[in-house]
């Protein structure tokens, strides 16, 4: 059974640029987070889907960040334009039903912003 | 000042040893995430508990709600065992994060 799926695994990108992440969740879960990890600030949960509809999106640093889950099968992040602080590793993760249940992670998305 | 505070930041032990990693959180919680990060990368999620204790193996979580602390203990400890070890604490759809602790554990 495949786990979560994050694409791609590393991003090298320029400032200014548009980046997108993409997720693909666990068969069968309806729950998926997004998170971002960095030495200074540890893990952050940026935004949280139930049933593909946003729950909360306190997490989201500011606008130039924005997530949508179109299908219970894929969801993508884009920062846009994109800055050097963005420079984290994005974690994807999914649940059966809800942050009451055990979270699967991906294995993350390396992002370097020149 | 950090909603979740976790102790030791760094730890080496010695294989077999016991091993007590420390979580204390100042927020109401709906429940206590233990998390393991793997010298890769990777994030596996170990324990979620809102009371008592739960052991899965060499590995048990336990919390006091009314001190507001769990802790997370590995015995017979392993050089697998390595790696960072997170506690999140969680109030309605809100995660508090630990820094997390790192675990070597030496042949």
């Known amino acids: 059974d495949a786990g979560v799926i994050q694409s791609p695994r590393h991003e090298v990108t320029e400032m200014g640029q548009e980046v997108t992440l993409r997720c693909k969740p666990i068969?069968?879960?309806?729950?998926l987070f997004w998170y971002r990890q960095t030495m200074m600030r540890g893990l952050e949960l940026l935004i949280y889907?139930?049933?593909?509809?946003?729950?909360?999106d306190s997490g989201m640093p500011e606008d130039r960040f924005s997530a949508k889950m179109p299908n219970a099968s894929f969801s993508t992040l884009k920062i846009q334009p994109s800055e050097p602080r963005d420079s984290a590793v994005y974690f994807c993760?999914?649940?059966?039903?809800?942050?009451?249940?055990?979270?699967?992670f991906g294995p993350g998305t390396r992002l370097l912003v020149l | 000042k950090n909603e979740v505070e976790q102790s030791p930041q760094n730890l080496t032990a010695q294989e077999g040893e016991f091993i007590t990693i420390n979580c204390s959180y100042s927020v109401g919680i709906s429940a206590l995430h233990w998390l393991q990060q793997h010298p890769g990368g990777g994030i596996v999620s170990l324990f979620m508990l809102s009371s008592g204790k739960k052991k899965h193996g060499r590995l048990i979580a336990t919390i006091n709600i009314q001190e507001k602390h769990s802790s997370l203990h590995i015995t017979a400890s392993h050089p697998r065992d390595s790696a960072v070890y997170i506690c999140?604490?969680?109030?309605?759809?809100?995660?508090?994060f630990g820094t997390g602790t790192s675990l070597t554990v030496i042949p």
């Open positions: 993760a999914s649940t059966p039903g809800g942050f009451q249940e055990t979270q699967y």
């Open positions: 889907f139930n049933n593909n509809v946003p729950i909360d």
């Open positions: 068969s069968g879960h309806n729950s």
């Open positions: 999140a604490a969680r109030t309605g759809n809100q995660f508090y």
